[in-house]
């Protein structure tokens, strides 16, 4: 039987998602809680890598298990197991093919800014404090749906088929309550994202806003395929990724 787990975490400590050989890793604690509880060997299929730094407001995984076990008992053991920076929120189970990485059709991640110094938010959101043209930066950040090959917002060497992403969604927010007050948020959705695409184009999107390059740099950028151009990656504690979307599981 093939199941579906449904996490979060906050990435503070580790390096990221995948297996790491002499790292700690959210795939690795994951593994060992389960294995643990079970009482065999559980390899966990995650939906997509976070690098090190890099939070999951919502994450998916897959395992396989041939017993059957009380899923609500298996989640509040996991939980009671878990370093405090992770959480299960629930267990689905679905069919034998299913695939936590290749079924999933969205996801959609959120780079956080906050424009004033807050001790409290140092590893959950990048300080940034100059002056941005946020109506310039959403005008750049419609420009995307224009394109599907973002090589340049891509990690040079990076093993992929394609460099061809669907971007559903694009856009800065500005804090609108009192708890969000100098918060400044982008959303970005896409069938697939390559690696360190978000953090390339927010970083590419900041000079749109400082004014240091135009619109129509920007697209020039994007047409050259060349990360050379682009600009600077942003900090990892700022990113989330905070939805993954499948056909077969409901919201």
Request: neutral net charge; charged residues 20%.
């Amino acid at each position: 039987m093939r199941y579906f787990i449904k996490l979060a975490y906050n990435g503070t400590r580790y390096h990221g998602w995948q297996l790491q050989p002499n790292a700690s890793s959210v795939q690795e604690t994951m593994n060992n809680a389960v294995s643990t509880l079970l009482n065999t060997e559980i390899n966990l299929m995650g939906a997509g890598r976070t690098d090190t730094g890099v939070h999951a407001k919502q994450m998916f995984a897959h395992f396989d298990y041939d017993k059957q076990f009380d899923i609500p008992s298996l989640v509040h053991k996991l939980n009671s197991y878990l370093p405090k920076d992770i959480t299960v929120y629930t267990i689905i189970p679905v069919s034998d093919q299913a695939h936590s990485r290749f079924d999933a059709v969205k996801r959609t991640y959120e780079y956080h800014i906050n424009t004033f110094k807050d001790p409290f938010l140092q590893e959950q959101s990048w300080y940034f404090y100059q002056k941005l043209d946020i109506d310039l930066m959403n005008e750049a950040a419609k420009l995307l749906f224009s394109y599907t090959d973002f090589q340049c917002f891509s990690k040079v060497n990076t093993d992929v088929n394609t460099f061809d992403c669907t971007i559903f969604k694009a856009h800065w927010t500005l804090g609108s309550t009192k708890e969000e007050y100098g918060k400044l948020i982008f959303t970005i959705s896409a069938n697939r994202f390559l690696r360190n695409m978000v953090r390339a184009i927010v970083g590419t999107l900041i000079n749109i806003g400082l004014h240091k390059i135009t619109l129509e740099d920007f697209e020039n950028i994007i047409k050259s395929k060349s990360r050379d151009k682009a600009g600077f990656s942003v900090p990892a504690h700022g990113l989330y990724l905070t939805e993954i979307e499948y056909d077969y599981i409901t919201k």
